[in-house]
């Protein structure tokens, strides 16, 4: 059984932080074939990944994300930088893209020396820094209820709920989507991990 994440991811930049937002569900065609999937991944202690797409696909790039990071700290004694790291993801997905090529939209969080930085990635290879940006199949809903509510000086605490309706509104409309709601911030104190189901704060897995 494939199962395909077709699915909500929303990403956002609020002050010095990035706040991320998923669903849980996890479908194989009309069948749900999880419904506690983590669709967001931290790559560092500093960065993170929300995935949309082929379960596998996904996966994979995770693990390759993880890999180049760790690499890139190991022979340099420094933090890769968010840039750098999405133009790595690209040049992967575009190398695979006349032969295998990766079901995937992504998008790319995370707080360097820079600030914070937000990256989208489909399976083109195709790559744009964002402010805010939601991916998958509930992606029409979320990023009108974004557009409406968004501000580069949102406070963290807004941006949390700003991106929980967002994935919230899509759960409603799109079927692909559902079981709850995943948020990560990433700031320059770390990471903070939440899991909300029904409009309450249900796991604190920071």
């Known amino acids: 059984m494939v199962r395909e994440s077709k699915t ?8 010095d932080h990035v706040v991320l937002a998923a669903d849980k569900r996890a479908t194989a065609g009309s069948f749900i074939a999880h419904k506690r999937v983590k669709k967001i991944q ?26 180049i990071a760790r690499k890139y700290y190991n022979d340099t004694g420094s933090q890769m930088k968010i840039s750098a790291l999405a133009s790595n993801m690209s040049l ?17 969080g995370g707080v360097d020396g820079t600030g914070p930085q937000l990256y989208y990635l489909d399976l083109y290879g195709t790559i744009s820094r964002e402010e805010y940006m939601a991916t998958g ?40 989507s559902g079981e709850g709601v995943d948020v990560v911030i990433i700031g320059r104190e770390g990471v903070r991990e939440y899991t909300f189901i029904r409009e309450k704060k249900l796991v604190s897995q920071q």
């Open 92 to 108: 992967i997905l575009t190398a695979y893209l006349r032969v295998y090529p990766f079901i995937v939209q992504l998008l790319l």
């Open 137 to 176: 199949s509930g992606s029409p809903t979320a990023i009108g209820v974004l557009e409406e509510g968004y501000s580069r000086d949102l406070k963290v605490e807004d941006a949390v709920e700003l991106a929980k309706k967002a994935v919230l509104a899509a759960m409603r409309r799109d079927g692909f």
């Open 42 to 67: 931290l790559i560092t202690n500093y960065a993170a990944l929300t995935i949309s797409g082929l379960v596998a696909d996904a996966q994979f790039l995770v693990e390759q994300a993880r890999y």
């Open 8 to 15: 909500t991811t929303v990403g956002l930049i609020a002050g």
